[in-house]
């Protein structure tokens, strides 16, 4: 009796916890400030695309082919806020934040659009993540935010569908605390292709990812990407690692 009490009352202060949540939002991941995701932090989230300079270990590596990549734009370079937001993204108690994240893509892709370097009718493309990793996450955070960005462009009348199409293979090791050279070995041509998420045949496709490091994760999707006889029209990530590119 005495446990079927202390059960009755977690579940009545989990639903309290659950209904404070929805009133009381939780601090900001970027600045522990009013959350979501503030403003002031979703600021450095709004200038335009910049194109990124991509080291070149992923040029030379993940193939026999050498690979011209195509066009790489970052929305930031990895610093707070946008590094404490992502980090916050990945773990259960925060699967919120990819949503916000992912209306910053959108932004991003609308001012690409209006830049004429990315065509009006693209499909999204998730970076590919270890299956086992996304689901020990609670999801694939990469997805949310690919949803949110194609219901963002949606909602200013411009179509966008999310092809969750890649996925690295079983035996590819979760990516986090490798370093550049380990980055590369373990994904090479490892992502696989996934039909059931697969956009229309010849589609031009943007692949979205939150943070650029050494590349490795971009050129291998790319590379499967176009195996498949897709057009990569480019790849939008939140935050990169390598410095940009200056001349755009
Ligand atoms: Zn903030």
């Given at each position: 009796m005495a446990s079927d009490r202390l059960t009755a009352r977690g579940l009545v202060l989990g639903g309290v916890a659950a209904a404070m949540d929805l009133v009381l939002p939780r601090p900001c991941?970027?600045?522990?400030?009013?959350?979501?995701?503030?403003c002031s932090c979703d600021s450095t989230l709004a200038g335009r695309p910049r194109r990124v300079r991509m080291p070149e270990l992923v040029a030379c590596r993940g193939g026999s082919a050498r690979l011209t990549l195509p066009p790489v734009w970052a929305?930031?370079?990895?610093?707070?806020p946008v590094r404490s937001a992502i980090l916050a993204g990945k773990e259960r108690e925060r699967r919120d934040v990819p949503a916000h994240l992912g209306v910053a893509l959108g932004r991003g892709i609308a001012r690409l659009q209006a830049m004429q370097?990315?065509?009006?009718a693209c499909w999204l493309v998730p970076a590919p993540s270890r299956r086992a990793a996304a689901r020990s996450r609670g999801g694939d955070p990469v997805t949310a935010m690919a949803r949110a960005a194609a219901r963002h462009l949606a909602a200013g009348g411009r179509a966008a569908g999310v092809a969750p199409c890649l996925v690295t293979a079983?035996?590819?090791?979760?990516?986090?605390?490798?370093?550049a050279a380990q980055r590369a070995a373990n994904l090479g041509d490892r992502v696989r292709w996934r039909s059931s998420g697969a956009p229309p045949e010849g589609a031009v496709v943007l692949v979205l990812d939150d943070v650029l490091t050494t590349g490795a994760t971009t050129t291998a999707a790319c590379r499967a990407l176009r195996r498949e006889?897709?057009?990569?029209g480019g790849v939008l990530v939140l935050a990169a690692v390598p410095p940009w590119v200056t001349t755009r």
């Open positions: 991941p970027g600045c522990g400030g009013p959350g979501p995701w503030c929305l930031s370079r990895y610093t707070d370097v990315l065509p009006e079983g035996s590819a090791r979760d990516s986090v605390g490798l370093d006889g897709l057009v990569v």
